[in-house]
């Protein structure tokens, strides 16, 4: 069992609709992060959040938001997606710096 | 980070040790090397890392040649859940945050 938690599960959504993907974890970890991983390839690095703040954007399109409200959930929002955004989104967790990172089992999103 | 080359796929037998090897031959003095791996339809899973020293956990041990230039991963007994892919990384501590990860090792653990 993963002690990360993403919601939901599976999403699939519109090109115009707005919705949000969650991430929970409660041990402790002061550093989160949002990946994507398309079928077939490994996870890119998206956002990282320390302390609550946002340290890394890798370039990613402004419809992907990223908001971390607290220690222990973080949020992707989404708006106005293409096609090509349809991926696993992969949120993970981390004692701060180099620590090993501990991964959700990911929002599957289908873009229609 | 150095980058890592790790075979494509491999397949192992049930109960057998697995060994999973990859090369990072431009690894930096205080880089580390990681390893990851993810079932089907999972988020990736922390195995272990080391710096220079064989490193031995209740998953899996890992052995770093002397130059440091390579290592294997050691599945001691490997078991069908063990199917996944594997990926090697290699991380500088000043890297903050950033996993980097390669197209890892497809590992197919058969009966």
């Known amino acids: 069992d993963t002690e990360v938690t993403q919601t939901p599960k599976h999403l699939v959504m519109g090109m115009t609709n707005k919705k949000s993907l969650k991430c929970e974890q409660h041990?402790?970890?002061?550093?989160m992060y949002w990946y994507k991983q398309k079928a077939k390839k490994p996870p890119e690095l998206m956002f990282v959040y320390s302390y609550e703040k946002l340290s890394i954007n890798e370039s990613v399109p402004s419809r992907f938001s990223p908001e971390c409200p607290n220690s222990s959930l973080l949020n992707l929002h989404l708006h106005a997606l293409q096609p090509e955004d349809s991926a696993l989104y992969l949120c993970?967790?981390?004692?701060?710096?180099?620590?090993?990172?501990?991964f959700g089992d990911g929002t599957r999103l289908s873009i229609l | 980070d150095a980058k890592t080359t790790q075979p494509t796929s491999m397949d192992c037998a049930e109960g057998r040790a697995a060994n999973l090897p990859c090369n990072h031959s431009t690894i930096s003095g205080n880089e580390y090397v990681y390893w990851y791996r993810q079932i089907h339809s999972q988020g990736p899973q922390y195995i272990i890392h080391g710096l220079k020293n064989n490193e031995t956990n209740e998953m899996a041990s890992l052995i770093i040649t002397e130059d440091r230039k390579s290592s294997t991963l050691i599945l001691p007994h490997a078991t069908l859940r063990d199917t996944a892919v594997y990926y090697c990384i290699v991380r500088a501590l000043s890297n903050d945050y950033k996993l980097s990860f390669g197209a890892g090792t497809t590992v197919t653990v058969r009966a």
């Open positions: 993970a967790s981390s004692q701060v710096r180099a620590q090993p990172q501990h």
């Open positions: 041990m402790g970890h002061r550093a």
